[in-house]
């Protein structure tokens, strides 16, 4: 017996470690960090109008009440990854759609969360539309390869992108997107995890698990031309490192929070090893893999609206 008991109490002392490292990893839902009011526009000439930040208060104005469903979709690995080759020594412009909520909000009630959101009806008749016009989508990682000279171009695709990691991404958002095979880039807020009305890690790892690129949006959200340099290069490079540690693959695709950047901003991004960076500027070339302009989509965009934004650029 007395040379059982150091093997009971080793075994004991093992099951307490276990469980106080289980409770420790659990995702902390802290309230996310204060996010400054950033003016609109960016420094580099963008014109950032109805851009949004989290304000100081923690929860998400916009948001409705957390109403996490009993029930979350069935996420099957999508084939958008596959794309349509251009032919050699081609480079057709990648129009990148921007969007942030996929929701039902009263203009009225509401302008600057109808501004910000889309109906799941309207998403779908977007994609609809996409499909039935023979374009293909693409993630970030394959526009910024194709920029860079490092992969092949596609011959008619849009990037689709998703702002901040709201819940609705992967409640109402992935399921359409399957139905279409269609593949997007998520920019994800650290400090956002698992709030209210925000995914959890344990959703934006299904995401990914079925073919969704997973980006980087800023630890915190805020303006990145308003911090000193450590302070920058914690906001952008440590973003991207802990969502990949959390996911296990490479997060190399950054959005500007708000659309603000300059000069040092995009060096600093740069220096943390993303590829591609996203604004807020409407329009413009695709010659810097790290200043790539977006067609945002609001509540007032419809089909004939979103065909007229992708068809200036790639009919």
């Known amino acids: 017996m007395r040379g059982l008991l150091p093997l009971a109490l080793g075994v004991l002392l093992t099951a307490v470690l276990i469980l106080l490292f289980t409770e420790g990893s659990r ?13 609109s526009g960016s420094t580099g000439g963008a014109s950032g109008a109805g851009v949004y930040s989290l304000p100081t208060g923690g929860r998400d104005p ?11 979709p069935t996420l099957l690995p999508t084939a958008g990854a596959a794309f349509t080759a251009a032919a050699p020594g081609q480079r057709p412009y990648v129009p990148v759609v921007m969007y942030h909520y996929v929701r039902t909000v009263d203009a009225g009630v509401d302008p600057l969360g109808y501004n910000l959101s889309v109906t799941p009806e309207q998403f779908s ?7 039935a016009a023979g374009y293909e989508t693409v993630r970030m990682t394959t526009l910024a390869a194709c920029l860079r000279g490092e992969g092949a171009c596609p011959a008619r695709a849009v990037a689709l992108t998703f702002d901040d990691g709201y819940l609705d991404a992967y409640t109402t958002v992935m399921p359409i997107l399957q139905q279409y095979g269609f593949t997007a880039t998520f920019y994800i807020v650290n400090s956002f995890v698992g709030q209210p009305e925000y995914m959890n890690w344990d959703e934006i790892r299904a995401l990914q698990q079925a073919g969704m690129e997973i980006g980087a949006h800023s630890l915190t959200h805020l303006d990145l031309t308003s911090l000193d340099l450590d302070m920058l290069r914690t906001e952008v490079a440590q973003s991207g490192a802990l969502i990949a540690a959390e996911l296990g693959v490479p997060v190399v695709s950054f959005c500007y929070p708000a659309g603000r950047f300059n000069d040092t901003v995009v060096a600093v991004t740069g220096e943390a090893g993303y590829t591609s960076a996203t604004t807020t500027i409407p329009d413009g070339p695709q010659d810097n893999p790290l ?3 977006r067609l ?5 965009v419809d089909v004939e609206g979103l065909r007229w934004m ?3 650029y790639l009919p």
């Open 296 to 300: 945002r989509i609001s509540g007032s």
């Open 310 to 312: 992708v068809q200036a």
């Open 27 to 39: 995702p902390a839902r802290v309230a996310p960090a204060n996010a400054s009011g950033a003016p």
């Open 62 to 72: 916009l948001a409705p009440p957390d109403s996490r469903p009993a029930m979350v």
């Open 291 to 293: 200043t790539l302009p």
């Open 125 to 131: 008749a977007q994609l609809n539309w996409l499909h």
